[in-house]
């Protein structure tokens, strides 16, 4: 039968879908958050309704996919009530959550469940925020956004320094904290997508312009004269130049180049910056190959 809807229905038309999908519950988190429109609502509604159907699936299935498949993030907050509204939120996403009230407990279901992305309140019970990341950093590659009542500088440049990805202070936006969670989830993917065909690459030479990076001698070259590099700088030159135009952050770099294990902070990541820059730029001072990114880490653009 046909269907006719107005655009003052155009809200039950919406309610109807919810209906029509209660059964599926992927589908159904997934048009949620799908950005079909009253307006297409109407438009189609004004053909036939498996059209509309047909729309509303079509325009949902990649979310159905992730649906099926969703995310597990971490929230450690001691604050039960901000501890539920957080996980009330996130879980209405579409991600599933998992609860820690103490850092020593955060520890524990983090080395178990592996999740995708933790939110760290800074301020905890017997081991703090700062802690626990400084041990998740030495352990797995996580995304953190680190949370906490305190607003000065120096607060968000040391939990930064030790490993997080993201800070938010109190009190904060929902959508703002949400749309951080997307934003910090894609970046990892996008990176660990980069880092797989990367590594599948078949070729053994990287140019950019005047800069050649020649894998299989280990060897760089600029303008054709060989440049001189100790093996950290040439490793740290080689991973920025296979992700190419994507930020990286000093700790993601730590992590690639030197290593889980390796004990020295992330200002060892600078240190080496400053001393590539001085052999690959042409005007040190004012970089254009290997660029600063404020308050995120480094990005190559060749």
């Not at 070259?221 to 093996?231: A, E, N, W």
Request: glycine share 6%; net charge positive.
């Amino acid at each position: 039968k046909r269907m006719k809807i107005s655009r003052q229905d155009a809200k039950s038309a919406k309610d109807f879908f919810l209906f029509f999908l209660g059964g599926f519950a992927p589908l159904r988190e997934a048009y949620l958050r799908s950005s079909l429109t009253n307006e297409q609502i109407v438009r189609y509604g004004d053909s036939q309704t498996p059209e509309l159907l047909q729309t509303c699936l079509y325009s949902t299935a990649n979310l159905a996919s992730t649906a099926m498949n969703p995310p597990k993030v971490l929230v450690v907050e001691d604050d039960i009530t901000l501890l539920e509204t957080l996980t009330y939120n996130l879980q209405r996403q579409g991600y599933v959550v998992s609860q820690a009230k103490s850092g020593t407990k955060a520890l524990k279901i983090a080395r178990k469940e592996q999740p995708a992305l933790i939110v760290l309140d800074l301020m905890l019970p017997g081991l703090d925020g700062l802690e626990v990341c400084r041990i998740l950093r030495q352990e797995m590659p996580v995304p953190i956004l680190m949370l906490t009542a305190r607003a000065e500088e120096v607060d968000r440049i040391v939990g930064l320094e030790m490993g997080a990805d993201d800070y938010m202070t109190k009190p904060f936006s929902m959508r703002e904290l949400l749309a951080r969670v997307k934003a910090l989830l894609r970046r990892d993917r996008m990176i660990r997508e980069n880092l797989a065909s990367r590594a599948d690459a078949s070729s053994t030479r990287l140019q950019f312009d005047d800069l050649l990076i020649d894998m299989d001698r280990r060897e760089v070259s600029k303008g054709g004269h060989v440049l001189h590099l100790k093996p950290k700088e040439y490793e740290l030159l080689l991973f920025l130049a296979r992700q190419k135009g994507i930020v990286l952050s000093r700790d993601l770099i730590l992590e690639r180049v030197w290593g889980w294990n390796y004990d020295g902070g992330s200002r060892t990541v600078d240190v080496h910056v400053r001393w590539l820059r001085e052999k690959i730029e042409d005007t040190p001072a004012h970089p254009t190959r290997i660029v600063t990114v404020r308050g995120m880490g480094y990005r190559f653009d060749g």
